[in-house]
């Protein structure tokens, strides 16, 4: 079966298990983010692994499943975890949701991620409204182009939709969330970053660092879609010489903990859409 049929089918059976519902924005929930579904009204859940084409979401704290409801008064469509690059998964599998939800119908799509920082001076539990990104990835659009989507050489210039950022940094400012704002980057994975790592990272022009999100910003863009992107900051960087360890428990730990702002910006975002 080729790419655009298992999109199709996809499609066709997601739209099926949604009660005639027609999401207006898709939300991608990154590691330890997933409960940002909670606050979904008269949701309907459907597993990833139900879906035609769609493998089991593997990276610790990634539920995989397609949750559909109500937030901020207008339909959403929430991923509770995404795949990845470092899983082993062809490109055309880790944007497939995205594909997918282009074809449902969605006009906005909201992804977030938890990164490391490479600014000595931001903290963990910051939050990171993305401006832009430095793609270190495979470019998810090598192949032959999905025509019904978009053209060949989509431009990137505003990646991150400007509308949309100034939106999220006006209610910030209304509920006393502190946001800051800058550029991410996203190497393979699944291994941390080294100090010698993050310090070219910092050097490119990159504040977060992590493992995803580009891949399905890029296709989002490819679609046609309005894009705001954040990330949650877990971890900085550290130095030559220290004896830190990165711990993915306590990385997910963090995001959860800065989850709930996170979520009444979006949610508020969602409403003024």
Known sequence: ????????????????????????????????????????ADAVTVPYVSVPGFPKASAVGH?????????????????????HFYEG???????????????????????????????????????????????????????????????????MTVAYDSQLREMALAIAAEEGIFLRQGIYLPLSGPCYETP??????????????????????IVARHCGLKVLGMSVVTDVAHEAGDDYVTDENEIIRQADAASKRMTRIFEQLIARL
């Open 89 to 155: 998964y062809p490109m055309q599998t880790v944007v497939l949701p995205v594909r997918v939800m282009a074809k449902l119908g969605v006009e906005y799509l909201f992804v977030s991620n938890a990164a490391g920082t490479v600014r000595q001076d931001w903290e963990v539990g910051d939050l990171m409204l993305i401006t832009d990104h430095i793609n270190m990835l495979p470019n998810a659009l090598i192949g032959p182009n999905a025509d019904e989507f978009g053209t060949r050489f989509p431009d």
């Open 1 to 40: 079966m080729d790419n655009s049929a298992i999109i199709n089918e996809a499609a066709a059976f997601l739209a099926s298990k949604l009660d005639g519902r027609k999401p207006v924005a898709g939300i991608i929930l990154g590691s330890g983010l997933g409960t940002l579904a909670d606050k979904i």
């Open 196 to 217: 010698a790592e993050y310090a070219f990272c910092k050097f490119a022009g990159a504040d977060t660092v992590g493992m995803s999100t580009t891949p399905e910003v």
């Open 63 to 83: 539920k995989g499943n397609f949750i559909c409801g109500n937030l901020g008064g207008k339909c959403v469509l929430a991923m509770q975890g995404r795949y």
